[in-house]
Structure formats: structure tokens, C-alpha cells
């Protein structure tokens, strides 16, 4: 039982950092109805420019802001080169544009900063037990963990606050109702955006130093965007609740699936379970558990 | 003043129908013909044959697959590689259980096995759409390639799941040269791809674009979903099947699944986008731009020499590629076959535009 609950909350916090991912989609898609590809590649270029410019010589909280402004920079050309010709066309079209847009950030990233893993530390943070809880319990919980944890937590209660009390989180809300109306009282659309994929690259690049911290920052991290899409899933594209409950869902089903469903078929299943069990999801609630249920028109 | 139908007076309803109904575009079509199947075995060399034409037509095939799910029946898939796989290892293991099993017949197994995984993935497309099957799409991907890297049974207990292909034998005659697994592939290749076209104006490609266009209203006039949307993916996924199996055979001959990664699945997807959405001369088209793309920024990068930084150089595929993506999307979304469509209507006017 002791061995079910350690993986029960490792699989939940690691579930945390999917779902920090997976925040970042939400964001996007909330506010401009984009299924943003792109968004892991974003996490990449985040923990790449922040380690460095680390090398360079800058304080940890220097690197944030440079690599914040970096971000920021990068939503308004994304915003300015990708979005704009291309809007009013189908979200297919938005969405394959995006993955091309991976692509150029990856390619980019990867060119400025060079191709070697690199390690990132978190000042005071150490990927170590909790000793007190292995007292208590006898249960392995990582502090590095609880600590995602906690910025996930802060994060998605910003962002709530964000986006239901100020005047431009109605106005994201607005525009993601409908353009057109939005438009026509006068919510200025490109500014809109523009701070969305900014808010976008913000959550990318908490993410970054989450997932950089713990894996490493290389080419491996856009892999963890891919890991984010069951969660959205299971979540709803629509609901920033939807990401933090499909992530913890997903990262406890995956651990537990991988220790007590991987050995009946040789194990390495974590690749392929979280996608099979959305999959599955799917076919009962295909509109996810938060999000918005459509009713089509002719 | 060449190309220019006036006169060409249709007098029966085959001739309304045929497949090309200009006498210019069979024209074409034979030069074309004769010159991929007598002309270039002919003078090519062995480079060009084996390392650019054949991953262009096997591609070719693929993105035809990709081309009936995605352009024309609208179903987004980023699992094609996986299909492929199955097609490439079905054929293997056919070749290798089945004694006397000509390869054809085993190239034709490849792709129906592979058509029934691609209708056990379909079934999501059932109730979901746009990018949640996408992501169904994508469990596809990665249970195919773990499921044969897994089970030792289908690589015939290799390590690490490399197959080795068996020598492609028709007949008697055994393919060994590079024109003769050119003309092979060349062979599966254009049959397919007739059948192709022809398939996507008949009633059940005409039932796809209905869906594509409008699900709902397709179903209020009587298309039945489930038939249309399997019967999509079970076609898409024996192409891409057979363009596995070819891989396999005619191509490379030693596989492993790693081999079929989502990389690949990107990359058929940006064949089909950048040569067109529903049509069967964009696959063709945009798998020779994606095939050569590489080729050409690598000799580019010789001739520039140390201009470009290195680090700079090894992504320059990466971010020309992402950028062509944007580019082709936001100024020609119908890919290179509209600019060749173009073409032709201007065609038409010359030399006399007014």
C-alpha cells in the first residue's frame, strides 16, 4: 500500500509538470481558438535562451527577464507573421501552421544556442526526499516536485485571477467567444493576442525551468508538449481547471499503468498509455471533462 | 495555343468521364510515362535512382495515403509513418512465415493489415474531430512503434526490431539493380496512383468531400459517417502500407520501427501541404520538393562554404522547413498543385491573354 501511494504522488506531481505544459495550450486556444503545436517548442526555446544567457554571465533573475522579454517578443512576431494572414481560416489550417512554426522555433533555438544538453539549476531547490515525510510515512516525496507543485499552483491561480477580474482577462474571454463581435465593440484584436502568446511564452518558460530543472534542458523537452496533448484531452481544450485535473490524471495513470499494467506486456508503456487512454476518453466524453460541449449546426 | 481543348467535342458519356479528358493531358500524361519508365532507367545513375527517385515515389505513395484521410476526407492524421511501419513488417513477416508468398501478394497483405490498424485507430474519428483525432492519430504513432520494437515475433527475434527485407523476387527474376527496383516501385507506384484518381471522383471519394466539407449536412443527405470515415482511413492506411512495404523492399531494405517515428508523420503531412490538400499531383509534387528540399540546402551549404556559422547550418532544414510550412499556408494553401493549376489556365489564354 506504502509502494501504491509513492506512486500515486509521484505519478500526481509529475502530473503537475504536464500540466504546466498544458496550460500554455489552454491559453491560446481559450483566447484565439489556435491549437498551438508550437507550444513545446516555445517550452524549448524558453529553457534554452534562459541557460543561455545563465552562461553569459547573468544572475538568475536577470536571465528570467531577458528570457521573459525574449518571449514576449516572440508572441508579437508570431502574432505579427503567422496569426495575422491567417485569420478567418480554419483551425486545421491554424494548426498546421503552428506545427511548422515548431519546427522554425526549434530550428532556431537549437542554431543560437547549439545543439548540447544542459543542465539548469533552481537555487535551493534539490531533487531530494522530504525527509519528514519519509519519517512519517515512510513515503518518497521529492521537494523538487512539491515545489512544481506549488508554482503551478500560484501560476493557475494568477492566471484565474487573470482572466476573471481584470479587464483584459474579459476581454481574452470576449475574443475568444467570437472575433467578429468582439471586434465590433471595440476590443482591439492583434493586442489581444499579442498578450496572449506573450502570457503564453510566460507559462512556457515557468515550464521550461520546471522540466529543464528536472530533465535537463535539450531536444527532448518538445517531446513533453506531446505529452501535454492527452492531458487537454482528458481536460478540455477550453478549461485551465480542465489542464490541472487532466495533468494529474494523466501522471497517475501513466505511473500506476507503467508499475501495474507495463510488466504483464514488457513494460515501456508510458510512451503510448496516456494517448490510448485518451483515446478512450474520448469515445465517452469527447468534448473533454471541462470543456464546452458544441452542438453542430447545418 | 498548345494546350487548348476547343474541338475537342465529347460524343459518348466515356468520354465525358475518362480520366483525362483533354488530349492534351493524355498527351502529357504517356510523355511523362514513357519518359519516368524508358528515359530515366535508361540514363540516370545509380545515385539518382536509388537515393532520389525512389524515396520520391515511395513518399509519393504515402503522401497519397495521407492525401485521401487528410485532404479529402478532412481527417487529420499525424500517424502515417505508423502505417507504414505496419505495412513495411506485415510484408516482412509475410515473406518470411508463408513459404513461396509472392512478393506482391505479400506487398498487398502488407497494405490491407495495415488498412485494418488504420480502421481500429479510425474509430475515434466517429465521434471526434479536427485536432482531438489528431492526437488519437498520434496514439497510433507511438503504440505501432513500441508494439514492434516490443514483441520480438515481428522482427523474427532480431535485437532492437531491425528486419532485414527479403530479396524482392518476381517470377523468377530477382530485383537486385537500382533500375530494376526503380521500375518496380515506379510500377506499384503509378497503378496506385491511377487508382487513386480515379477513386477520389468516383461515389465514395465524391462521399468524403462531402464529409470533409460539412459532416452534418453530409449526413442529413444520406451519407452514412461510419462507412465513409473508415472506409477513408482503411484506404489511406493500405496506401500507406504499401508505401512502407516498398520502403522496406525497394528502398532501404533494412528497416527498424525507431525508423517510422513522428518525424516521418510531420513530414508526409508537410508533403501533402506544401503540394497540395486534396490532390493526387501534390503528392507527387510535394514529395519530391521535402525529398530534395535537404538535398539541395546541403549542396547549398557546400557552396557557401564557411559563411554560414555551423551552428547555424545543421538547423537551417529545421527552420527552412517551418518557414515554408507558414509560407505555403498563408500564400498558396492549395500547395504547389494550385500554381500548376494556375499554370494551366493561363495556358489556355496563351499567346493571346484578351
Known sequence: MQFFFEVLIGGLLSGVMYSLVALGF????????????????????????????????????????????????????????????LVNQPQITLFMATIGLAFL????????????????????????PIQWAMDQWGIGISRFDLFAAGVSAVLVSVLAVFFNKTRVGRALRAVADDHQAALA???????????????????????????????????????????????????????????????????????????????????GIEGWFPYVMALLFLLVRPEGLFGERHIDRV | MLYREAGQFKATYAEDQRIFPIRQDRIAIALILVFFFVLVPAFANQYWLQAILVPVLIFSLAAIGLNILTGYAG????????????????????????????????FVLGGLCAAGVGILFGLPSLRIKGFYLAVATLAAQFFVVW??????????????????????K???????????????????????????????????????????????????????????????????????????ALYAYTYLGTVEPEGFNLDMSFKILFMIIIGGVGSILGSFLGAAFIVLLPIFLNISMHVLGD????????????????????????????????????????????????
Open chain 1, 185 to 267: 465593440i471595440g476590443i482591439p484584436l492583434q493586442n489581444i493576442w499579442r498578450i496572449v502568446w506573450a502570457v503564453a511564452g510566460f507559462v512556457a518558460l515557468v515550464a521550461g525551468l520546471m522540466w529543464g530543472a528536472r530533465n535537463g534542458v535539450q531536444f527532448a523537452l518538445t517531446f513533453v508538449a506531446l505529452k501535454a496533448l492527452p492531458v487537454l484531452i482528458i481536460g478540455g481544450f477550453e478549461s485551465v481547471a480542465g489542464a490541472i485535473v487532466g495533468g494529474l490524471i494523466i501522471g497517475a495513470a501513466e505511473k500506476l499503468g507503467e508499475v501495474y499494467l507495463g510488466p504483464m506486456v514488457g513494460g
Open chain 2, 75 to 106: 481527417q487529420l492524421s499525424l500517424g502515417s509513418a505508423a502505417f507504414m511501419a505496419v505495412g513495411a513488417f506485415a510484408a516482412y513477416n509475410f515473406m518470411l512465415r508463408v513459404p513461396g508468398m509472392p512478393i506482391l501478394v505479400a
Open chain 1, 105 to 128: 522555433i526549434e530550428g532556431l533555438a537549437q542554431g543560437v544556442w547549439g545543439a548540447s544538453v544542459r543542465g539548469l539549476e533552481i537555487p535551493g531547490i534539490q531533487d531530494e
Open chain 2, 307 to 354: 559563411a554560414v556559422p555551423k551552428g547555424l547550418a545543421s538547423n537551417l532544414e529545421l527552420i527552412v522547413f517551418g518557414g515554408l510550412i507558414i509560407f505555403f499556408l498563408i500564400v498558396e494553401p492549395h500547395g504547389l498543385a494550385r500554381l500548376w493549376q494556375i499554370g494551366k489556365e493561363k495556358l489556355r489564354l496563351w499567346p493571346f491573354p484578351h
Open chain 2, 147 to 168: 508494439a514492434l520494437t516490443k514483441f520480438p515475433w515481428f522482427s523474427n527475434n532480431s535485437s532492437s526490431g531491425v528486419i532485414s527485407a527479403q530479396q524482392v
Open chain 2, 170 to 244: 518476381i517470377l523468377g527474376y530477382a530485383f537486385v539493380s537500382p533500375e530494376s527496383k526503380y521500375l518496380l516501385t515506379l510500377a506499384v507506384v503509378t497503378v496506385l496512383a491511377l487508382a487513386a484518381k480515379n477513386l477520389v471522383r468516383s461515389s465514395i471519394g465524391r462521399s468524403w468531400m462531402a464529409i470533409r466539407d460539412m459532416d452534418v449536412a453530409a449526413e442529413v443527405i444520406g451519407f452514412r459517417p461510419m462507412r465513409t470515415k473508415l472506409s477513408a482511413f482503411a484506404i489511406s492506411s493500405f496506401y500507406c502500407g504499401v508505401a512502407g
Open chain 1, 26 to 85: 489552454v491559453l491560446i486556444y481559450k483566447a484565439s481558438g489556435v491549437f498551438n503545436f508550437a507550444q513545446g517548442a516555445m517550452v524549448f526555446f524558453a529553457a534554452l535562451t534562459f541557460v543561455g544567457v545563465m552562461e553569459l554571465g547573468a544572475p538568475f533573475a536577470l536571465a528570467l527577464v531577458i528570457t521573459f522579454l525574449a518571449m514576449v517578443v516572440l508572441g508579437v512576431v508570431t502574432e505579427k507573421f503567422v496569426l495575422r494572414p
